[in-house]
């Protein structure tokens, strides 16, 4: 009995101590799930920041080129000088004439010095020119300038040559490999050709659109994409993306690196640049199966249009070249509301003979309604007809045939497409999105190109007998990621894109059976030594910096939009207040709800002092930055309009602007902004200004000078 006893209590004892064990064990799961569901619900919020931040920009720069449209139809020069700078905005040579390019950035002048330590280029190309550039680049060397622009011009010579869509087939290679956004990060190119091997005859590569912008060696990665294009021009292939646009690097920062870097020639570089974008490829096609384009589809995307469309006339997709076109309807407004003539090879503004502009008749009393709205009808009615002829005058320049051209020479009785029309099936395929419900509608959160749903997609697909398409465009934590039942498929190559740790990028292959084998990596070797939650929280950190900019750069109109709220004037509204006011003011579409505990101190009432809150706001930034809070307000909030502004307005891309195109500036940014001034006001202040009485004035003024105005009103 004793024995049988002692068994039975050992027993209850080891069943016990099991029974806690597993409580214990399930007790520790379930606090590493909530654990682990609290981070991955810290990194989405954080990715929605960064995304909504981002493609907010992308809004105003499209907004910025709305603008220019604008002003073409309703903005009035009131002299001489005024219409001629209106006149240089719209139709000065943003494109030059084939000789003309040439005898411009003709780099055969230029003479190589001895003290030269870098690479050293002679055509046609040889493998060992693309090792040396690659290992010269990994030093920090820089190419000279007049190898640059023989680079580009060869290139350019070639591009011209390609169709709009290009094919590639896996019968000539063991596989494909295609690359998404690289954004100027060097150091990710780098790592995909040590993981993959460099383009060769057996290693194809497709690089899908937006090598340069936000990353600082944008300029060295297109030397390197376009040498590689040279020497396997059968193996390396090219797609455009939105950001192989001028008018898109004059704001995310690749005009300026080449400037910085070129100082001398750094003007014939981009102007060289800027035409070879307009050449690149618009799409590839593997096996004739597998679609590769940067951004999406829409339910108008029609592929034989896209084969013939003459894809340089579109320069840049937000601001194209208008022409004049005969035995078609020309439209009054080009959809990019502008038109450019030829320039000066030297660099001038060599204009046409302009049509004098009809000077309005003297407004009528407004007494009389009926009588003063005639007036205002006749005269836009006489300022469109005066726009109508500045677009007429550029005439059509001869240019030597290209593929493009020759395919629609091939075929004439294909339907006449209208600009609009080409201009859309190129602003879809390199702007839009894939989304989740059915069917296409604009991309509002961009601001350009489409949402295009599943039912989209397989209607691409089954008319044109793909299997899947593979697109870019959009950073993807893992580097790539599949939609629409796997036949859409994101590849994002720009690793540590929002901050370090943020995402892997990554790169797919395809071999002949397409089937698609992924690899990502990290190019930043601070994020290996990271762990989750220590990455988590510094991507976090990041994104709530720049949220806290984002609301301190709209300060004015959150306390309009929290006062609506609070109808005793208490200075105090509930946090749930809040979160709708902001979001009617940013309009991020963010969940204001969960990100409040980051944003806002847990107040015991559940009610927000909010004029304490910005003030704590204007604080941290004024930390940074020793300028009065209002007046730094309007500086964060428009610094990115300011200076794409100042950098059209800067057409030698020297950095700096006269005073006169400074004052024509400061006219064209109040209609913008509804910011009034004076004459006499902007005169007094250009003189004030010129703080090292130069003559000229540099970007740093021209903010100095936006806060000065800002203060005086």
Not at 125 to 133: C, G, R, S, V
Not at 143 to 150: Q, S
Request: hydrophobic share 35%; proline share 4%; net charge neutral.
């Amino acid at each position: 009995m004793g024995t049988g006893s002692s068994v039975n209590a050992n027993y209850k004892y080891s069943l016990q101590k099991s029974e806690n064990a597993f409580k214990a064990a399930v007790l520790i799961q379930r606090w590493y799930r909530r654990y682990v569901a609290r981070l991955e619900m810290r990194r989405r919020c954080t990715w929605r920041i960064f995304q909504s931040i981002e493609y907010a920009c992308e809004q105003d720069q499209i907004k910025l080129h709305n603008f220019f449209s604008y002003l073409m139809d309703h903005f009035t020069p009131s002299s001489s000088k005024e219409r001629d700078f209106i006149s240089r905005m719209f139709i000065s040579g943003e494109s030059f004439k084939e000789a003309e390019l040439e005898k411009y950035c003709d780099y055969e002048s230029m003479e190589v010095p001895d003290s030269y330590t870098g690479p050293h280029l002679s055509f046609p190309l040889l493998p060992d020119h693309a090792t040396a550039l690659l290992e010269a680049f990994k030093q920090k060397q820089q190419l000279h300038a007049r190898y640059v622009l023989n680079l580009l011009h060869e290139t350019r010579k070639h591009l011209k040559q390609l169709p709009n869509i290009s094919h590639v087939s896996t019968c000539y290679s063991e596989e494909v490999t295609v690359c998404g956004d690289l954004h100027g990060q060097l150091d990710d190119l780098f790592l995909i050709f040590y993981k993959n091997g460099l383009p060769s005859p057996s290693k194809s590569y497709v690089f899908n659109g937006d090598f340069v912008d936000r990353g600082k060696q944008s300029l060295e990665i297109l030397i390197i994409l376009f040498t590689f294009l040279l020497i396997y021009p059968k193996e390396v292939h090219l797609n455009r993306g939105n950001h192989e646009d001028h008018m898109v690097n004059l704001r995310y920062g690749f005009a300026k690196e080449v400037m910085q870097k070129y100082k001398v020639h750094g003007k014939k570089i981009l102007k060289m640049i800027q035409n070879v974008f307009c050449w690149l490829p618009l799409a590839t096609l593997i096996d004739q199966k597998v679609l590769i384009i940067h951004g999406g589809v829409s339910d108008t995307t029609d592929l034989d249009m896209l084969e013939k469309i003459q894809r340089n006339k579109f320069i840049s997709v937000l601001r194209g070249k208008k022409r004049k076109e005969s035995n078609r309807n020309v439209e009054i407004r080009d959809v990019n509301g502008e038109n450019n003539a030829e320039a000066d090879p030297a660099g001038n503004d060599a204009l046409p003979s302009l049509p004098l502009q009809p000077r309005p008749a003297q407004a009528p009393s407004m007494a009389n309604r009926l009588e003063f709205s005639r007036w205002v009808r006749q005269t836009v009615q006489e300022q469109i007809e005066w726009c109508r002829r500045l677009v007429d005058i550029s005439e059509s320049e001869d240019e030597e045939p290209t593929y493009s051209s020759m395919v629609s020479l091939t075929d004439l009785d294909a339907p006449c497409w209208t600009r609009q029309e080409e201009w859309k099936q190129i602003l879809d395929i390199l702007w839009s999105d894939p989304m989740p419900q059915e069917g296409c509608r604009e991309n509002k959160v961009r601001g350009g190109g489409c949402y295009f749903g599943p039912d989209v997609t397989a209607k691409i697909l089954e008319k044109y007998n793909l299997q899947f398409l593979i697109r870019s465009h959009e950073c993807k934590q893992e580097g790539y990621e599949f939609c629409h039942n796997r036949k859409v498929l994101t590849i994002f190559s720009a690793s540590n894109y929002y901050e370090i740790g943020s995402n892997r990028g990554a790169y797919v292959k395809l071999g002949p059976d397409l089937v698609p084998h992924f690899v990502q990596y990290q190019a930043n070797k601070t994020a290996h030594t990271l762990t989750m939650t220590q990455r988590i929280s510094r991507v976090e950190e990041s994104a709530f910096r720049a949220l806290r900019e984002k609301l301190f750069a709209h300060t004015s109109a959150l306390i309009s939009a929290f006062k609506a709220y609070d109808k005793d004037n208490t200075g105090r509204i509930t946090l749930s207040n809040w979160a709708t006011a902001v979001e009617s003011v940013l309009h991020l579409g963010l969940p204001w709800r969960m990100l409040r505990p980051q944003l806002v101190r847990t107040t015991a009432d559940g009610m927000l002092e909010y004029k304490s809150w910005l003030d704590d706001l204007a604080m941290e930034q004024r930390s940074q930055e020793r300028i009065q809070s209002s007046l730094l307000e309007v500086i964060y909030r428009n610094r990115s309009n300011l200076e794409t502004i100042f950098r059209i307005i800067d057409r030698d891309h020297s950095g700096l602007i006269s005073f006169e195109e400074f004052h024509q500036t400061w006219k064209l940014f109040s209609s913008h902004m509804n910011i009034e001034l004076t004459d006499d006001g902007i005169n007094d202040l250009v003189r004030s200004i010129d703080f090292n009485k130069d003559g000229n004035i540099d970007f740093n003024e021209f903010l100095e000078a936006f806060r000065l105005v800002k203060q005086t009103q």
